[in-house]
């Protein structure tokens, strides 16, 4: 088992193309903590630019299955978050109160979801809720 901490984050290329090697057979287990994969595999480093590395890519990385996910989701006045224990299902989270961090989960799936649908489940659940009040509120003038 190799243990591997932020690889490539904000280093050289050639720690993220290295961590190949690492994987000595198909039994090696390598866990990698903060390693800012989604950057690799999502195509932030462009093919034609780095050409080794997206190889590497290819390869490698897209193996990997993610064991602890947590990305924080900001828009529109609405928090949330993507979030996934192995072997548990993706969520989408919606934080219902700021003070006690209270939440809902507004989706679970097997596969992992874009993080712009995420964005937008979580977006939409606010509008929702935020809808929902003003009818209470509009029935309650009424009453």
């Not at 280093?11 to 690799?40: F, H, R, S, Y």
């Not at 006045?77 to 548990?88: D, I, M, N, T």
């Not at 979801?113 to 489940?121: E, L, V, Y």
Request: proline share 6%; glycine share 6%.
């Amino acid at each position: 088992t190799q243990l591997v901490v932020q690889p490539g984050d904000g280093g050289p290329m050639e720690d993220w193309m290295g961590l190949e090697a690492l994987q000595v057979n198909d039994e090696t287990t390598i866990v990698i903590l903060n390693g800012a994969l989604d950057k690799l595999r999502m195509g932030y480093y462009s093919p034609f630019i780095f050409p080794k590395l997206n190889k590497v890519v290819d390869r490698f990385y897209r193996k990997f299955e993610t064991v602890y996910y947590l990305k924080p989701i900001l828009d529109k006045g609405c928090y949330g978050w993507l979030y996934r224990v192995y072997p548990e299902p993706w969520q989408v989270c919606f934080q219902t109160s700021a003070e006690d961090g209270a939440y809902v989960v507004v989706s679970e799936s097997q596969e992992r979801p874009d993080f712009r649908a995420a964005t937008a489940m979580v977006v939409q659940e606010g509008a929702r809720r935020v809808q929902e009040a003003r009818a209470k509120a509009e029935e309650a003038k009424e009453a």
